[in-house]
């Protein structure tokens, strides 16, 4: 599927104009089932953020992606977004998002546009219950990398993404759960990573969203 010319437009349009978006129908596509999704989250849950960036590099849409540095971490090792728990001194949300991106890529907030929030989830591996925000860059970003907690930044064409043939199903296995391999809903990105979990569930979203104003009026 080609991307529109006109896509942080139109994004900008749908998460600003207040309809629904498709929440867990898109995060169901790519739940991992690793462990047993409540039906809601319980009331100890920490509020959390990340910040989905997408960029124009080479004259093409890319997603920002990381790959997290090995730790003993519930999602050590595994490719993220940036991003972190809600701290007091975040006024919001939002901002934690930003603070995260800052602390462990070193991409300062005034050079992102923030486009909206996408649908929460919440992660019971971690206990946290997730606000994804997306975002926009002018330009090609250049990080200033964090190793304690990124081991690489992953730049992902965003029409990868879009193309149904790079969606996989792959054996995986849980820093949680270290014994256990479970066969997951993911994509291979182009350099082979797995792509699955919260991560790939904020991405389906992101890619049924962006789907459907390229096809025109709906979701």
Known sequence: MNVPANLIDLLRQRLQNGQPLPG????????????????????????????????????????????????????????????????????????????????????????????????????????FQLFPFLGFLEKAPAYFICEAEVHCVIEVPFSFLLDEKNRVEADVTSPVKPELVRRVHAWRLPQGEILWGATAMITAELVMVAAALERGPGL
């Open 24 to 127: 867990p129908a898109a995060h169901a596509l790519l739940f991992p089932n690793i462990v047993a999704q409540p039906r809601v989250p319980p009331p100890d849950a920490r509020p959390s953020a990340v910040m989905a960036l997408l960029f124009f590099k080479e004259g093409q849409l890319h997603l920002l992606l990381m790959q997290r540095t090995p730790d003993k971490g519930a999602h050590s090792s595994q490719i993220s977004f940036p991003g972190g728990k809600w701290e007091k001194r975040d006024p919001d949300l939002k901002a934690t998002a930003l603070r995260e991106t800052k602390e462990e890529i070193g991409i300062d907030a005034g050079e992102i546009e923030v486009l909206g929030a996408l649908s929460p989830l919440y992660i019971p591996v971690s206990n």
